[in-house]
């Protein structure tokens, strides 16, 4: 079984702040994939980024970053100086490498405030 | 780039009444598409597979009896919601993984808000 953890509900932040959102999840396969998701208040999800297990090299895409470490099981994302329109509901989720079906956490809801 | 549809975007509808939701893959062609459920302020949780050709297979808990799923052609899938009750009231979203692609590629439709009175 699949399980994804977002601890935080909520987070609030002032504009140009990081705001750095906690993912830790748990699987048996040895193989998987990992990603965030952003839903804005429209409903529509939009992807963010997408890592494989087997790759632990963090990057950085415009403001976006993440923190993948496989010890700790953990998926953390950041979003550098954040912005109004980063205000939205952010997924972290999880599938099996060669299934596409998606296990989601319960959601962080950012807020950034002007 | 990949898109998919969800029809209607809205429904209201009275308790007791089925309705019928479509998910299409415009400019590819989809053997599988997901359905997915989200309740206001909650997670999104898979209810179905759709598999073209085939029965759907669904989740654990999840009555395949009044949410019909049906894959007709490798760009349509549709999910009836039957004899509708206030608790099935819900946003819908399907998802469509592009054949041939890698897994990640995967296209989510703008979703379909229920709304059973």
């Known amino acids: 079984a699949q399980k994804v953890t977002q601890a935080q509900t909520e987070i609030s932040v002032v504009e140009k702040e990081d705001v750095t959102l906690d993912c830790v999840y748990e699987?048996?396969?040895?193989?998987?994939?990992l990603f965030w998701y952003k839903q804005p208040p429209s409903g529509e999800l939009v992807f963010l980024i997408r890592?494989?297990?087997?790759?632990?090299q963090n990057e950085i895409s415009g403001r976006y970053s993440w923190n993948f470490q496989k010890s700790t099981s953990s998926f953390n994302f950041t979003i550098t100086a954040s912005q109004v329109v980063d205000s939205a509901v952010y997924f972290c989720?999880?599938?099996?490498?060669?299934?596409?079906?998606?296990?989601f956490g319960a959601g962080t809801t950012v807020t950034v405030r002007a | 780039g990949a898109v998919v549809s969800q029809h209607p975007s809205w429904v209201i509808c009275k308790s007791g009444t089925s309705v019928k939701i479509e998910c299409r893959s415009l400019?590819?062609?989809?053997?599988?598409m997901f359905w997915y459920r989200q309740f206001p302020k909650q997670s999104l949780m898979l209810m179905a597979t759709?598999?073209?050709?085939?029965?759907?297979?669904?989740e654990q808990g999840v009555e395949k009896d009044k949410f019909l799923i049906n894959h007709a052609s490798l760009t349509l899938s549709t999910l009836t919601v039957t004899s509708a009750h206030p608790e099935d009231s819900s946003f819908y979203i399907c998802?469509?993984?592009?054949?041939?692609?890698?897994?990640?590629?995967?296209?989510f439709g703008p979703g379909t808000r229920l709304l059973v009175l």
């Open positions: 998802s469509a993984p592009a054949s041939g692609r890698a897994p990640e590629t995967q296209y």
């Open positions: 699987t048996r396969d040895t193989t998987y994939y």
């Open positions: 890592r494989n297990s087997f790759d632990e």
């Open positions: 989720a999880l599938s099996g490498f060669n299934d596409y079906k998606l296990s």
């Open positions: 400019d590819f062609q989809a053997t599988t």
């Open positions: 759709s598999n073209e050709g085939s029965k759907a297979t669904y």
